[in-house]
């Protein structure tokens, strides 16, 4: 069992920066892809960023150029850095651990963008 707590939410500007973070219970080394989330309000949940355990990273085209995934192993800790928000990019964000045989998520985090 692995529980994630997501950190970092909350209200900016559109064009302005937020930084979230996600603390894992247990080692994430090497077992867990780790990934970010989003809902956005009325939508499905989709996904923002991955990144595996040897730092193999990717995006969609909605936050390709914007949005930077990045884990560290000694902190079992994984951020997603989100550059020139958008109010398209309001949604809850969620943080996922994944392994060969397991799935676990955060309680999520809200990120709203103001126009």
């Known amino acids: 069992q692995v529980q994630l707590v997501e950190s970092g939410g909350g209200l900016v500007q559109a064009g302005g920066s937020l930084r979230l973070s996600c603390s894992a219970s247990t080692n994430i080394y090497p077992y867990y892809t780790m990934s970010w989330y989003r809902q956005p309000p009325g939508k499905e949940r989709e996904l923002v960023a991955f990144?595996?355990?040897?730092?193999?990273?990717d995006y969609p085209s909605y936050v390709k150029g914007r949005f930077s995934i990045s884990r560290d192993d000694a902190q079992n800790t994984v951020s997603l850095q989100m550059n020139n928000l958008k109010s398209e990019d309001t949604a809850v964000y969620y943080c996922?651990?994944?392994?060969?045989?397991?799935?676990?998520w955060g309680q999520g985090t809200q990120v709203t963008v103001s126009s």
């Open positions: 990144v595996t355990a040897g730092r193999t990273t």
């Open positions: 996922n651990a994944k392994s060969s045989t397991s799935a676990f």
